[in-house]
C-alpha cells in the first residue's frame, strides 16, 4: 500500500518513514506543499498524511485543492497540539482524521487501518475474501488450505493490495507501486517470488495469475 507522507520536520519525517516501512507501507516522502501537489498528480497514493505548517504550500490549500479536483484519497493530517482552528479547519475540507504532535505510532496506525477501512467501505477490521482473510493489525493470514500464518511486511503489502478489491486484477507494476516506495530496489523478479511465498503460506489457489495480466485474489 503506497502513502505519500507531507512532512517538512526532517527528525519527524525521518522517524516517521521509518516507522511506516516497518508497517510494511510504500511511502513516498515530500517535505513542501509544491512536491506534493506533483506527486499527487503523477502517482497514485491509497493514503496521505499531511503536515499542515509547509513551505512552499500550506496542508490546508493543498488538501482544498486536492478535494476541489475530485481527489478521494484519504488524508490523515499530522499535527501539533496548539492548532484547533487548523485541525477544525483541515477536517471541514476534507480530512479523513487527524493526530496531534507528538504521537504514538502504534495509535497512528491504528487510525490509519480505520481510515482506510472506512474508505474501502469496510466495517470489520479483518479483510477476507470468503476464502483468505487478512488482519491488517497483525498481519495474520488465513486460508482453508493452510494453517494460519502471519506475513512478512512486504507479503502483506502486496497480499492487502490484492484483498482491497478483490476480483480486480493488479499487474506487476502495478504491485511494485504497492509495495515499494521510491528509492527502494525492486528486483525483477520480486513480485514473483512474492507471490511464490504467499503461496507456500496459503495454499496455491490463494492468489490467482491471469496469464499476460496479473494477479488476483477470487472475488466471494
Ligand atoms: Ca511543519
Redesign the pocket.
Known amino acids: 500500500m503506497r502513502l505519500l507522507l507531507v512532512?517538512?520536520?526532517a527528525m519527524i519525517g525521518e522517524a516517521l518513514e521509518a516507522t511506516l516501512r516497518e508497517a510494511s507501507y510504500a511511502v513516498d516522502w515530500v517535505r513542501d506543499g509544491l512536491m506534493a501537489t506533483t506527486a499527487l498528480k503523477t502517482h497514485g497514493y491509497e493514503l496521505v498524511l499531511l503536515?499542515?505548517?509547509?513551505p512552499g504550500k500550506d496542508g490546508i490549500t493543498l488538501l482544498r485543492q486536492l478535494r476541489e479536483d475530485g481527489h478521494a484519497t484519504p488524508v490523515v493530517i499530522i499535527t501539533a497540539r496548539d492548532n484547533v482552528e487548523d485541525r477544525i479547519l483541515g477536517l471541514d475540507v476534507g480530512a479523513d482524521d487527524y493526530v496531534l504532535k507528538p504521537f504514538d505510532a502504534k495509535e497512528l496506525l491504528a487510525r490509519m487501518r480505520a481510515v482506510l477501512r472506512r474508505k474501502a467501505g469496510a466495517a470489520a477490521p479483518v479483510l477476507s475474501n470468503g476464502i483468505v482473510s487478512l488482519d491488517p493489525a497483525t498481519h495474520q493470514a488465513t486460508s482453508p488450505e493452510a494453517e494460519p500464518s502471519i506475513l512478512s511486511n512486504r507479503e502483506f503489502a502486496l497480499l492487502n493490495a490484492l484483498m482491497v478489491r478483490p476480483g480486480a486484477i493488479l499487474s506487476r507494476s502495478e504491485l511494485e507501486d504497492r509495495v515499494y516506495g521510491w528509492g527502494e530496489e525492486v528486483d525483477s523478479n520480486a513480485i514473483e517470488f512474492l507471490i511464490y511465498t504467499l503461496r507456500k503460506k496459503l495454499g496455491s489457489s490463494a492468489i490467482q495469475n491471469v496469464r499476460g495480466v496479473g494477479w488476483m485474489v477470487a472475488q466471494a
Open positions: 512532512e517538512d520536520d503536515d499542515l505548517g509547509l
